[in-house]
């Protein structure tokens, strides 16, 4: 998506900002509902977890597009002219030079996104698909406790996310090292 | 080889970069406005004037970086304008130094130099290494092989740079202002590695303001304004009576501006 926007020319890039001005700015439940009940009702039944699945792709899409178009800015036009003066065409320089580096450069925010995604699967328990939020629902609603068992999906959901976001702060040191030294 | 000499044969030398006319413009800015020159093998050729004169865009006009609008360029007899899709395969003939350096940060020094000779040309891992070795020796680099570019001084990245261009054993190396971004004391590491390849007759095209460098090598130098050229000449024609006003004021500023001869030993 992103190498289309930034290198596709015209076209590419009008579907692309598009898509990604589209996605970023529905809620991601909207999506959800859109999907799970739009589809449902008019072309098939898909299961709730596909409908879940396929609005967060979309959602994360959007930003995982911009994301990566910016780190691609980021590399600069000088490694692409290096890159092709020593005669390579540009679709080697993207794959070669271009995009090992745009990479690393996203990282950190693409670790973020990511942990922004899991934490919204959570969303997955309003159309009926027994995810963490959901079984803990159950757990509550068989023991009438509604603190313990939030507390301890909100202690999971930490465990899964906290190295994610903690990686994403050591690859932004690495980043900085990179950018300072190019 | 290296009979590259002043007269060959019949007094003919042999040519390796014209340019005939060459146009371009970004937007509506022409940048360049009919430029036509000439190079010999094994000579040395500055190109200089101020900043915003087109010169770095003539340089990637010559490698068709940037190819012209109008105009052409010929590699000996290959008309560059006219080949297309092997245009990638031409300018692999043509080494390219950079005034940032442009290193490919996330590879090593001698990634950085083995990555033309083993995806441009194929050639396998270990022959590659031994050509990219080679040219780090010329460059005096060899011992900075396994370092990242964060890791070096302006001079080695610049060094390293050469390397890159080297190891393609390009037929001409461009050099687009290698020494501009250099402190002082590192410049002369890289005018040294540059009096080197002009010493071995290597064939190149320097856009610079070194004029010590110029004085020492070049056996051709064109000054450039507002994106013609003004005039050419070899350079005791340039530091002796350069005829046009322009040339001389502006010599005159940059003679101001150093003092006395920066000579690059």
Redesign the interface.
């Known amino acids: 998506m992103a190498i289309l926007r930034v290198y596709g020319g015209g076209v590419g890039r009008l579907f692309v900002s598009a898509y990604e001005r589209v996605m970023r700015s529905i809620p991601p439940l909207v999506l959800i509902f859109l999907l799970y009940f739009g589809i449902q009702t008019t072309v098939l039944e898909i299961p709730g977890f596909f409908a879940v699945m396929l609005a967060l792709g979309f959602c994360s899409s959007g930003y995982q597009s911009q994301i990566f178009r910016g780190a691609l800015e980021s590399v600069g036009s000088?490694?692409m002219?290096?890159?092709?003066?020593?005669?390579?065409?540009r679709l080697?320089a993207i794959r070669?030079?271009i995009a090992?580096?745009a990479l690393?450069f996203a990282l950190p925010s693409w670790a973020n996104e990511l942990a922004t995604m899991i934490k919204d699967t959570s969303l997955a328990f309003v159309v009926g698909v027994a995810e963490l939020m959901r079984r803990t629902d159950y757990v509550r609603a068989a023991t009438f406790d509604p603190v313990i068992p939030f507390l301890i999906v909100a202690g999971i959901y930490f465990l899964i996310v906290f190295p994610i976001t903690r990686a994403a702060g050591t690859w932004g040191q690495e980043k900085k090292?990179?950018v300072?030294?190019? | 080889m290296g009979a590259g000499e002043e007269a060959t044969g019949d007094g003919c030398l042999t040519r390796v970069v014209s340019a005939r006319d060459v146009w371009k413009s970004y937007g509506k800015v022409e940048v360049v406005r009919g430029v036509s020159f000439d190079v010999e093998e094994g000579t040395t050729t500055v190109i200089f004037g101020p900043s915003g004169a087109g010169k770095s865009t003539l340089l990637r006009c010559v490698n068709m970086l940037h190819p012209p609008d109008r105009g052409t360029v010929f590699l000996r007899d290959i008309d560059l304008m006219k080949t297309g899709s092997k245009i990638s395969y031409y300018r692999s003939k043509f080494g390219m130094v950079f005034q940032h350096f442009n290193l490919f940060s996330h590879m090593t020094v001698l990634g950085n130099v083995m990555i033309g000779p083993r995806v441009v040309k194929k050639i396998p891992e270990d022959q590659a290494k031994a050509i990219a070795l080679e040219a780090l020796e010329k460059v005096r680099m060899k011992d900075w092989r396994n370092h990242y570019p964060s890791q070096l001084s302006g001079g080695q990245k610049q060094r390293a740079g050469i390397a890159r261009a080297l190891a393609m054993d390009p037929e001409v190396i461009l050099f687009d202002e290698p020494t501009s971004a250099l402190d002082p004391e590192l410049i002369g590491e890289v005018l040294q590695t540059m009096l080197d390849l002009a010493n071995e007759k290597k064939t190149m095209i320097c856009v610079t303001h070194e004029m010590g460098f110029a004085k020492a090598v070049a056996s051709e130098m064109i000054f450039m304004d507002e994106g013609a050229v003004v005039e050419t000449g070899s350079p005791e024609h340039f530091f002796t009576n350069p005829t046009n006003e322009r040339t001389q004021r502006f010599l005159s500023r940059l003679t101001e501006l150093y003092g006395r001869h920066e000579s690059g030993k």
């Open positions: 000088g490694q002219d290096a890159a092709r003066s020593i005669g390579m065409s080697q070669l030079v090992p580096q690393r090292r990179l300072t030294g190019a």
